[in-house]
């Protein structure tokens, strides 16, 4: 069986990916939003931004890394970027 679980190490992770390590974190150490803020001495709604990057894209990465480290016990190498062909302007497809 597959492990499916965020925190594995060696994993390449994209913005979604990595608030889900670190809600993995928090959930596996027990940690809720209001309590990591404490903890981390940030304010509970950038905590709460930082778990949601499809609602708050621009927000929230350097903390999402700091809750993976603090909870989870894992470093992140980054930021990694992977090279696509763009697509034409006007092309179909």
Known sequence: MADSSPLRAGRLLNERELAEAAAAALDAAGVSLSEAARRL????????MAMDPAK????????????VRAFGGYDLDGPLYRLRKAEEPGAEG
Request: without cysteine; aromatic residues 4%.
């Open 56 to 67: 708050y894209p621009d927000r929230g990465h350097a903390l999402r890394r700091e809750i």
């Open 41 to 48: 001495g940030k304010n509970p709604s950038a905590v709460t």
